[in-house]
């Protein structure tokens, strides 16, 4: 998930600094960083998918401005600042633009940054720079890419990395930038990843990259839990699997489905997975064992199922109508729905936000209730 920030060419002067400093004494002439409150969030790119959430922090990309990172729960911002790898005879200069996202790994989450002129032609294959980041704006590696290469940051462990003008695919090591794999739509081109080489291709089977061997049916749905279990939906029902080997830990009633397509369902604080039963009632189930726990008195028309968010206690949907900003919010606990939100909300599993009027506030979900 990114989306457009608002601020001033003073703040982002600011940003620069707070992302550039490290750990170094600090200048009497430095500014403070830039606070969470300090900045405005313009809610409607939130929703057209301009942010990306990683556990407890979130970035923000738009093509017209740079890639801003907020560590919401250190309530500031910082803005990676990417350095060409050796030997490049790539230059940055005022001109040019960041965008990308953030992608969870085993050993914690990377932020992902590409660097290319602001007004360049994406279907060319003029090189930008690509680099790997630790949320608070150390650099681990960079690449040069072809421009024309549009990164996808949806799963977990790797980047996919999709050309605008044809079927070919890469994916990349998230943590170190190294090439796992890549081909074309003849290869099976992958969709989500679930790890450093395992992927979710089109044709709804898991795959191993780096040996090529197909490790077993995914089916229609998958919903990665974390790094060591997946959800799959198939003709059979909805399952439980450890990865990679998918070994089945349970299988819920033969009514249940999952609420989306290759995103989250579960909910960490409340070892809870959020559902659909065939009746199209929401329904959450026991992380553990599969069984239902709740159901909700939501009608399902009036929930968009295949957009949702959910961690932090809640599960969000976006709300079938007219109003874009339109969310219904069930506390994953209970089931109950939750009306306390000023504005939209955003979670994830260690992240719950509250943007009011473009200003985005942490809060729980004991705020909401």
């Known amino acids: 998930m990114t989306t457009r920030w608002w601020i001033s060419a003073a703040?982002?002067?600011?940003?620069?600094?707070?992302?550039?400093?490290?750990?170094?004494?600090?200048?009497e002439d430095e500014e403070p960083p830039v606070h969470l409150g300090e900045v405005i969030w313009d809610d409607h790119l939130i929703v057209a998918g301009h942010l990306d959430t990683c556990g407890s922090f979130a970035v923000m990309a738009n093509p017209d401005e740079d890639l801003h990172v907020a560590l919401v729960h250190e309530d500031r911002v910082v803005v990676p600042e990417v350095t060409p790898p050796d030997g490049s005879d790539v230059v940055i200069t005022h001109d040019w633009r960041t965008s990308g996202g953030c992608v969870p790994t085993a050993e914690g989450p990377i932020v992902v940054v590409e660097a290319q002129e602001a007004y360049a032609d994406l279907y060319d294959d003029e090189p930008k720079l690509v680099a790997g980041f630790t949320p608070e704006g150390e650099q681990l590696w960079a690449i040069e890419l072809a421009g024309h290469l549009a990164g996808n940051y949806e799963g977990r462990g790797s980047i996919?990395?999709?050309?605008?003008?044809?079927?070919?695919?890469?994916?990349l090591d998230a943590r170190?930038?190294?090439?796992?794999?890549?081909?074309?739509?003849?290869?099976?081109?992958?969709v989500t990843t679930l790890g450093p080489t395992l992927v979710d291709d089109l044709a709804g089977g898991l795959v191993d990259l780096a040996s090529g061997r197909k490790v077993g049916r995914a089916g229609d749905s998958t919903a990665q839990v974390d790094d060591d279990r997946l959800l799959l939906?198939?003709?059979?029902?909805?399952?439980?699997?450890r990865l990679p080997s998918l070994e089945v830990v349970?299988?819920?009633?033969?009514?249940?489905?999952?609420?989306?397509?290759?995103?989250?369902?579960?909910?960490l604080s409340t070892s809870t997975v959020v559902a659909f039963d065939t009746d199209g009632t929401i329904v959450g189930l026991d992380l553990a064992t599969g069984k239902v726990r709740w159901t909700s008195d939501v009608p399902r028309d009036e929930v968009d199922g295949l957009s949702t968010q959910v961690g932090s206690g809640v599960v969000a949907f976006r709300a079938n109508g007219t109003d874009p900003l339109g969310q219904v919010v069930l506390d994953t606990a209970t089931g109950e729905q939750l009306s306390g939100a000023e504005g939209y909300v955003v979670a994830d599993q260690d992240l719950l936000i509250d943007v009011a009027n473009g200003v985005p506030t942490l809060i729980s979900v004991d705020d909401l209730r």
């Open 233 to 241: 939906e198939t003709v059979d029902g909805v399952r439980l699997v």
């Open 176 to 190: 170190t930038g190294e090439t796992v794999a890549k081909g074309g739509l003849a290869e099976g081109a992958p």
């Open 250 to 267: 349970w299988k819920a009633q033969e009514d249940i489905r999952l609420t989306g397509i290759w995103t989250e369902a579960a909910d």
């Open 160 to 171: 996919i990395f999709e050309s605008l003008d044809n079927n070919d695919w890469l994916v």
């Open 11 to 27: 703040a982002a002067v600011l940003l620069l600094v707070a992302g550039c400093a490290g750990d170094a004494e600090p200048d």
